[in-house]
């Protein structure tokens, strides 16, 4: 008899399991999916022309809030947890939930849902949303490149559209963005891809992805979202951790499981954090992981015109998911307001427009700073309404993508930018010549 199923997800890594694990499974039947974290992606449906010859309808997206009621409605026998960056009272909580009504919790590991490669995989990934994990991966891409490799990166789904149309996105310039009619966080995921002038995929079905990317690549960058684990079995695990939030390398789903599995760490941002956080994540990495190599360094941030900054009143827009799925209060601009002697900060949350009001409302630790959310083209327009009301002088940019590239801003901007700098004997260029690619 098969188990009816429930996939608990936020468009991502709940389309992974259910392509690896449950498509043409006969042992089981997804009746439903939940969707969380991401505006609006629960009024969609899985559709059926990804779902494989068992399904005959496309899959349900319902409200995680509505899990319970769903469970005995459906006659649910296992719910399947599928998303990253949540803490693991969060999970336990949700488990709770599950078993107080009558279904199974599982958790899906490495072994079932990880896909082996014919071309070397370097994964980066991370223990929390906002470590540094991007500016990691460019810094391989562009080691490799300079080494005449041809490099091709995956970067973990942000299917947020037409499932269908996206189950493989190719983008090699910025045309492919538009034509894909990407949203502000895709687009700060590929767009320094494009501007280093190497193909980045993504979309929906990992396995045809895949088999795509190693047609026109010697190595394959396996770029991680959030704290997510690999999608591919890697031959070297790099993981990034933040000393900004030092302990939480054991205290979030599923940040601890990369924690452990590490061949290299780096420990990011040690120019702006205290040495006590520092050694805290170093004597953790020495209790849970003692193999893996530690590699140590700075998150240096680039401005463009700091001149504007000294004495001016600062509107801050930072990345999105590092400041409310990452718990993050700051980012890249408001370091670089600080360095560059802003004269105050205003509170971004006074012009908050419409859909960013409720972004407020939901992560009630953000403080001034301003998400640049833009999940939806309603969204990027409530961006645009806040920004350009707000009462400042001068617009921080602390987004990975240059925010003028999709709205009219009616303010000066200055544009903050980061990379990773190695510091000590170790660094990424030495741990990537020991791995042998062919």
């Not at 309808?57 to 947890?81: A, G, H, M, R």
């Not at 949700?94 to 896909?115: C, D, E, H, Q």
């Amino acid at each position: 008899m098969k188990k009816r199923v429930i996939i608990l997800g936020a468009a991502g890594r709940d389309y992974h399991n259910f392509l690896t694990y449950f498509k043409n499974n006969p042992r089981h039947e997804v009746v439903a999916f939940t969707q969380t974290q991401i505006p609006g992606i629960e009024k969609r449906k899985f559709p059926k022309q990804l779902a494989g010859r068992l399904y005959k309808k496309n899959i349900p997206f319902y409200p995680e809030s509505k899990l319970p009621k769903l469970i005995k409605k459906l006659k649910v026998d296992e719910v399947v947890f599928s998303y990253s960056d949540v803490s693991h009272e969060y999970v336990m909580h949700l488990a709770s939930i599950v078993i107080s009504n009558g279904a199974n919790f599982i958790l899906l590991g490495p072994n079932s849902t990880m896909i082996k490669s014919k071309k070397p995989i370097i994964s980066v990934c991370a223990v929390r949303t906002g470590s540094g994990k991007s500016q990691t991966s460019r810094k391989i891409g562009i080691i490799l490149k300079n080494w005449r490799y041809k490099v091709v990166v995956i970067r973990h789904p942000m299917p947020y559209g037409n499932l269908t149309k996206q189950k493989i996105q190719r983008f090699a310039n910025y045309d492919d963005l538009k034509e894909n009619d990407v949203t502000i966080e895709e687009r700060e995921e590929y767009e320094p891809w494009i501007n280093n002038k190497i193909v980045v995929y993504a979309g929906v079905d990992y396995k045809e992805i895949l088999k795509k990317a190693e047609k026109e690549a010697d190595v394959i960058i396996w770029d991680g979202g959030n704290n997510d684990l690999p999608f591919y079995y890697p031959n070297l695990h790099i993981v990034v951790v933040d000393p900004h939030r030092a302990g939480h390398e054991l205290l979030y789903h599923p940040g601890e499981s990369n924690f452990r599995m590490a061949d290299v760490f780096v420990i990011n941002k040690i120019g702006t954090s205290n040495k006590e956080n520092v050694k805290k994540v170093f004597d953790n990495i020495k209790k849970i992981n003692p193999k893996a190599k530690v590699i140590f360094a700075k998150s240096d941030i680039i401005v463009d015109k700091p001149w504007l900054i000294k004495n001016k009143r600062v509107l801050i827009v930072e990345d999105g998911p590092t400041l409310t799925h990452g718990g993050m209060t700051y980012g890249a601009g408001s370091v670089a307001a600080k360095k560059y002697k802003a004269k105050s900060i205003i509170d971004a949350e006074r012009y908050a427009e419409k859909s960013i009001k409720k972004v407020y409302e939901e992560y009630d630790h953000l403080k001034k700073i301003l998400p640049a959310m833009g999940y939806g083209k309603k969204q990027i327009k409530s961006l645009q309404k806040t920004i350009n009301k707000s009462k400042c002088d001068v617009v921080i940019d602390g987004s990975p993508v240059n925010l003028l590239k999709l709205i009219k801003i009616n303010k000066e901007i200055v544009n903050v930018d980061y990379e990773l700098n190695e510091v000590g004997r170790l660094n990424l260029e030495k741990v990537l010549k020991k791995l042998k690619i062919k």
